[in-house]
């Protein structure tokens, strides 16, 4: 066999955030803490190993999976839902994507296209016994889906087909002129469909026409189609009479329309009469908080496309583990889908494990190489690991792909970044910016660029955009946080911070910061309280722990100071780190237990400063000197001769 097992441990932090100590932006606490685990300069634990199981991947490959909880509803052997028999599963999707691209809803198209193309074969599983006993488990045998995707040729058949071509060409006010008399009446439902449907793009060209015209405000486009769109569809929608697609369109409408409520329960009428529906999915998950999520699940049915939504979810709010284990689960069933290898690199990505990411990112570049979704990630990670080579391939290939792509263009300003030109960098930036304004990742990293460029102001400006796109982006509330920080201004800091920290609640780096800015205003109790938060969330770069000793010894908590000097210390020379923080942990116990009387301890810890060089090493002479006078004494060292190292 030429099976390859991969073995991957789940840490708490996820995903990226700036750092100012390095330069650049997004990737600095990632590249650090990479830096950190290759060179030994990062507390990196893996002591306690979680049980693992084996998930069938795609390409024949087997990866050992950690037991992750999901709730009541799931374990690592079982997913949420139950899976149909193989053929009912293409059935379905076979279904959806010849529907779906019979109306012209091209990306759902894909999606059930690409899904079907992936879905494992029986032979695969006959081949495989961990593939048997998974599926087996996880399967409903008494599900049929038998449906086929017909049309009827007949003269409105001839309208609705040239109808189409205009479509396909983008003539979309010729196209919807063309269905003017067919969608009058709602028995034709697909001319009614895309009539409307085109109408709505045909406002969403013209906004977007505004939007680059009104540069300086561009929030106050709109969609000058919408409420045409609305008035109609909404009587008729409240007579029960719009197919699964048009009640997809008056969900898009109402949302357009700030209706929130009535557009959520619009999609979750359309899943449940079309589950394989992926636009509607995508349209339900911001509409979801956790708070809600309960009782959404309940109001949907039990249809295997819920394993899709509840791993989708959990991926967009950072449950990286959860969605991992059901992604991994449905890839028993989809073995050479490209969609899941992206999603599950991408929560690797999440979960700053960025070595077993990049290896899940190249299998989805080998299965599909003229992908362009999810690169600009993929080149996030080469970026952190200052891969120049790889990085200028990933970006040649990708602007021979299709330039003109937000992703494309994100990731040849990463490229411009790694290598110093951060002008070029900003450049390539906006040009993703002017592709699509609501890309969340290029208003992030232009902010970084910017801060590059000392202009603070600009940074400031697209910080405040990504925020605005998405109020729930820690990242942006984050640099907004270190810029005002590196101004001086800790208050305003303190307040972008903790607007990170009510985004990630559980996430060290943002208590580590808001700890931090307290200690700057000179409120050490509750930095104190911030720290000790942080070494509570598994602080992966051990900064809480150390910062946790120096204010325990400035409030005159020598105990307490001690304990966290010796865990650092342990987890450092556990992981076989040498840095100034080591040497600060070793002085500091070797003054407290020579003040204690403590003196062969004392000695130990002296000696194992003249692997230093400095101060360190003047410290541990002075100190050795007077502990071998001490023990030749046969004398307990003055008490008050104990000095904190810390000023």
Not at 12 to 28: K, N, P, T, V, Y
Not at 490 to 496: F, R
Not at 597 to 617: I, M, P, Q, S, V
């Amino acid at each position: 066999s030429n099976e390859l097992t991969y073995f991957i441990f789940f840490f708490q932090a996820e995903d990226g955030i700036r750092d100012f100590c390095l330069s650049r932006g997004l990737g600095d606490v990632y590249k650090r803490q990479y830096q950190r685990r290759v060179h030994g300069d990062l507390y990196f634990s893996n002591s306690n190993k979680e049980k693992t199981m084996t998930m069938a991947i795609g390409f024949g490959h087997q990866i050992p999976l950690p037991a992750l909880d999901l709730g009541p509803t799931a374990s690592s052997e079982k997913l949420v839902v139950k899976m149909p028999q193989l053929k009912y599963i293409r059935a379905e999707l076979r279904y959806a994507a010849h529907y779906l691209g019979a109306h012209r809803l091209t990306q759902s198209a894909k999606w059930a296209g690409e899904m079907l193309l992936g879905v494992t074969t029986q032979a695969d599983v006959d081949n495989s016994a961990f593939l048997r006993g998974f599926v087996a488990a996880n399967l409903d045998a008494g599900y049929k889906f038998e449906r086929v995707h017909t049309e009827v040729f007949d003269e409105a058949g001839d309208v609705l087909a040239v109808a189409r071509t205009l479509f396909d060409l983008r003539e979309f006010r010729k196209c919807a002129d063309l269905l003017k008399e067919l969608a009058g009446s709602p028995s034709n439902q697909s001319a009614l469909f895309l009539y409307h449907y085109a109408l709505f793009l045909a406002g969403d060209a013209r906004k977007e026409e505004e939007m680059f015209e009104q540069e300086a405000n561009p929030n106050t486009a709109t969609n000058p189609e919408v409420r045409q769109i609305l008035k109609a569809l909404e009587p008729l929608a409240r007579q029960n009479k719009l197919n699964e697609v048009n009640m997809y369109l008056y969900g898009l409408v109402l949302r357009e329309e700030q209706r929130l409520d009535e557009a959520r329960a619009v999609f979750m009428k359309v899943l449940n009469a079309f589950p394989c529906f992926w636009s509607a999915w995508l349209e339900l998950c911001p509409m979801i908080t956790n708070e809600d999520v309960k009782t959404i699940l309940l109001g949907l049915n039990d249809h295997w496309m819920k394993n899709f939504f509840l791993a989708s979810f959990s991926l967009e709010k950072y449950r990286n583990p959860s969605s991992i284990e059901v992604y991994s689960g449905l890839l028993c069933f989809f073995k050479r889908s490209s969609f899941l290898l992206n999603q599950i690199a991408t929560a690797f990505y999440n979960n700053q494990d960025f070595d077993v990411s990049l290896e899940w990112f190249e299998k989805l570049v080998e299965l599909d190489p003229y992908r362009f979704e999810s690169m600009d990630t993929y080149s996030n990670i080469l970026y952190i690991k200052e891969n120049h080579g790889e990085l200028a391939n990933l970006a040649l290939r990708c602007f021979y792909n299709n330039k003109y792509t937000p992703e494309t263009c994100c990731v040849i300003g990463n490229y411009y970044s790694l290598m110093g030109d951060h002008v070029k960098a900003v450049i390539y930036f906006r040009k993703a910016l002017k592709l699509d304004r609501s890309c969340l990742a290029a208003w992030t990293l232009i902010g970084h660029e910017y801060l590059e460029l000392k202009n603070i102001a600009g940074a400031i400006e697209a910080y405040r955009n990504a925020v605005e796109i998405d109020p729930k982006d820690f990242r942006a509330w984050y640099g907004l946080g270190q810029t005002y920080e590196l101004q001086n201004m800790h208050n305003y800091a303190l307040y972008y911070f903790t607007r990170a920290g009510l985004a990630r609640p559980k996430d060290a780096r943002m208590w580590n910061a808001i700890g931090n800015c307290y200690e700057k205003m000179e409120k050490k109790l509750e930095a104190q309280k911030c720290y000790e938060r942080a070494e509570n969330c598994k602080d992966k770069e051990g900064i809480a722990l150390h910062r946790l000793a120096k204010l325990y010894d400035l409030l005159g908590m020598e105990e307490k100071a001690t304990k966290c000097m010796e865990e650092n210390l342990r987890r450092k020379d556990e992981e076989h780190i040498v840095d100034k923080e080591l040497g600060e942990c070793l002085l500091y116990l070797a003054r407290y237990h020579k003040k204690a009387g403590n003196l062969e301890k004392a000695l130990a810890y002296a000696r194992r400063l003249y692997d230093f060089n400095g101060t360190e090493r003047e410290e541990a002479n002075t100190l050795i000197y007077e502990i071998n006078l001490a023990l030749t004494a046969g004398t307990a060292v003055n008490p008050a001769a104990g000095v904190s190292p810390f000023p």
